[in-house]
């Protein structure tokens, strides 16, 4: 009988870039136990979310968890829903690997660094002792525990892999891979950026080769019909000899044309002869950490080999190439004055970046900047991890300002002149594509809509889909990956109205029928009296007018039919927060204020707009809860007043009165 493995992603499951993106990590681990014991010895699960509710039905016998410093909060809890279940707990990742002294006693074991040679080594401990003998956990190198005494535990830091091609390519069908999607093709970085975790957390660069690379790509582009691919490495040409051979590779095995391609490069390593080189392969995007316009920040930030002019040579020759970069630039150092600051203002409006991100800095564990840090008592191992989110709109009540020069009012100013600029320099470029991330590159050309936009397949939706259903039918399938899971699941006959011609057709590959026309012109095509189950899954409030189609489709479905629908919630915390303590309300490509939203939802407005219709409700639950302590302690002493606020989406089940 095979061993049960659930592997979760420890993430905010609200942040659209992070469910956007297949955790790889956990790939390689499973592909690791596989090559060791087999494909039949180990079932593997990978989920993110909807958690106790996953252990139940998959009955697992080992939890693995892998998190982040800002979402180690998640990983905490995990790890306490797990231990109900008496469930043995490893975590991995480059938190525990940064502050191994933040296991928790729910968790029995920890890696440190690299985890595919430690998960084996783990496994075969559990297979032969049947629980993590504390005696042997000591004989493994890169693991973290507590002994006996409940002393935590470290022991000596396993080697880095090598060569990298020794391991096997990530366990992609365990995984959600959409048309554009990433891969590493290298581990750790030549630089030390102060502020960065992941150099320090792989430690000494190594590369897969370019034979290897290749391959990957292939399977990618023939196994996946991927269309996009970013190479997520911190710095993909470092090599330049191994770009050369990518790009021969490339072109003999005739890929070249068949699949975009992203990455990020140095702005002191681009040369003409190096983005040449990445055009030919069909590079479309480029990201460069830009950080600072102003030379003594750029200095604390990146260290001395590099300057302002190699930025700007950067941009020139990325430019005459036709290639418009991507930069990411952070604000907040302990010495950075305003005028330090409004300099990388100037600088990115003198070179016209249209594309560029800005942060705040902020102190991950592992890094000098965590040092500086601790020793200004800001931070410190018990802390709430959510306020290293490093999205300062959401978060710049919370965020750690580590500047001794500015107040927390002052940077949220300085910030906000940012954002101003590049709403104008959005609209300066409207002829450009804009936004196009290189770990998340939207090059699709299907409304605009970001990566994983279509195809989505809202798995946490299933459990209200009556189970014994025999016909339904979706409003705004996208990809038809929901439809495609009732279709399996639940061996129902699935119809699909989509708008976008391109998600149509790919959704008619899945789904039994799809019409492709926008809600009300698709009634005249869909029968009567037919369907058991119709849902509308985030669809609502991107119609003008959603109570006549909520009318109209009562006809459509069978006696006992009911209507399943998720529907953003506008109060929820985070946003609240935002447009009622910040007055702040942005229109985003995605998320409760998409730009293509018409109509906004609370849980009572919801209640009546059902009601209203003559709709009974089966059920309204809120999805998709925040994670913030914060927010749980003020819920709380306000007797739970708030309690509507808590989730993104509610899951709303109902059906006509008779």
């Not at 975009?260 to 040449?276: D, I, P």
């Not at 026309?517 to 849902?535: G, H, M, Q, R």
């Not at 809860?625 to 914060?630: A, K, L, Q």
Request: charged letters at 25%; one cysteine or more.
């Amino acid at each position: 009988m095979a061993t049960k493995i659930m592997f979760i992603n420890a993430i905010d499951v609200a942040d659209k870039i992070a469910t956007a993106l297949p955790p790889l990590g956990l790939g390689y681990l499973a592909s690791s136990l596989r090559k060791e014991f087999g494909p039949n010895c180990i079932e593997f699960k990978i989920v993110d979310r909807a958690v106790e509710q996953e252990i139940k039905e998959f009955n697992p016998d080992i939890i693995g968890i892998s998190s982040v410093s800002q979402n180690y909060n998640w990983a905490i809890e995990y790890a306490r829903i797990a231990k109900k279940y008496n469930l043995p707990v490893i975590v991995g990742g480059v938190h525990i690997s940064a502050l191994p002294s933040t296991l928790t006693r729910d968790m029995d074991v920890g890696v440190i660094g690299e985890g595919e040679e430690a998960i084996v080594d783990l496994f075969n401990l559990f297979t032969k002792e049947g629980y993590f003998d504390k005696k042997e956990l000591a004989k493994l190198d890169g693991v973290v525990f507590r002994d006996r005494e409940d002393k935590i535990v470290v022991t000596e830091k396993g080697k880095p892999t090598a060569p990298l091609d020794s391991i096997i390519m990530p366990a992609r069908d365990l995984l959600k891979i959409n048309e554009s999607t990433y891969m590493f093709t290298s581990r750790g970085c030549p630089y030390r950026c102060t502020f960065c975790s992941s150099c320090r957390f792989w430690g000494k660069v190594r590369f897969f080769s370019a034979e290897y690379v290749v391959n990957e790509v292939k399977l990618l582009v023939n196994k996946y019909k991927v269309r996009v691919i970013a190479f997520a490495d911190d710095l993909f040409a470092a090599n330049k000899a191994r770009v050369k051979r990518i790009l021969e590779l490339l072109k003999e095995e005739d890929i070249i044309g068949k699949v975009k391609f992203t990455c990020n490069v140095r702005s002191n390593t681009a040369t003409n002869e190096l983005v040449l080189l990445l055009k030919k392969m069909n590079v479309k995007a480029i990201g460069m950490g830009l950080e600072s316009g102003a030379p003594n920040t750029l200095e604390y930030l990146k260290g001395p080999n590099i300057s302002i002019k190699d930025h700007e040579n950067a941009i020139t020759i990325f430019r005459k190439h036709g290639i418009e970069p991507y930069s990411s630039f952070i604000i907040g150092s302990p010495q950075e004055s305003r005028e330090d600051i409004l300099q990388t203002l100037s600088f990115i409006k003198e070179n016209q970046l249209f594309s560029f991100d800005l942060y705040v800095l902020t102190p991950f564990p592992g890094t000098p900047v965590w040092d500086y840090a601790k020793a200004r008592d800001l931070v410190n191992e018990h802390m709430d991890w959510d306020i290293l989110n490093v999205n300062f709109k959401s978060n710049s009540d919370k965020a750690i300002i580590l500047s001794e020069k500015l107040t927390r009012a002052e940077i949220r100013r300085l910030f906000s002149q940012f954002v101003k600029i590049k709403r104008k320099m959005k609209k300066k470029a409207k002829t450009k594509r804009i936004g196009e991330r290189p770990v998340q590159a939207d090059l699709t050309n299907m409304l605009h809509k970001p990566n994983g936009y279509y195809s989505a397949t809202r798995e946490n939706m299933l459990k209200y889909i009556p189970k014994d259903v025999k016909t339904t039918l979706e409003f705004g399938c996208g990809f038809g990956g929901f439809s495609a899971m009732v279709k399996k699941r639940l061996g129902a006959e699935t119809w699909a109205v989509e708008i976008d011609k391109g998600a149509a057709q790919e959704a008619a590959k899945k789904v039994d029928k799809v019409i492709n026309a926008d809600a009300v012109e698709s009634l005249k095509d869909i029968p009567d009296n037919y369907f058991d189950c119709i849902f509308f899954l985030d669809i609502l409030e991107h119609l003008v007018d959603p109570y006549s189609l909520l009318c109209a489709v009562k006809t459509k479905l069978t006696k006992q039919g009911v209507i399943v629908a998720s529907i953003p919630n506008i109060r929820y915390y985070r946003t609240f927060v935002d447009f009622v303590l910040h007055g702040n309300w942005d229109y985003l490509d995605q998320g409760i204020l998409d730009k293509t939203h018409l109509r906004f939802f609370t849980y009572k407005s919801i209640l009546r707009m059902f009601e209203s219709l003559g709709f009974e409700i089966l059920s309204i639950e809120g999805i998709h809860p925040t994670s913030s302590r914060t927010f749980r302690v003020l819920n709380t002493l306000l007797l739970n007043t708030f309690a509507d606020v808590r989730y993104i989406h509610f899951a709303c089940v109902v059906r006509p009165k008779s």
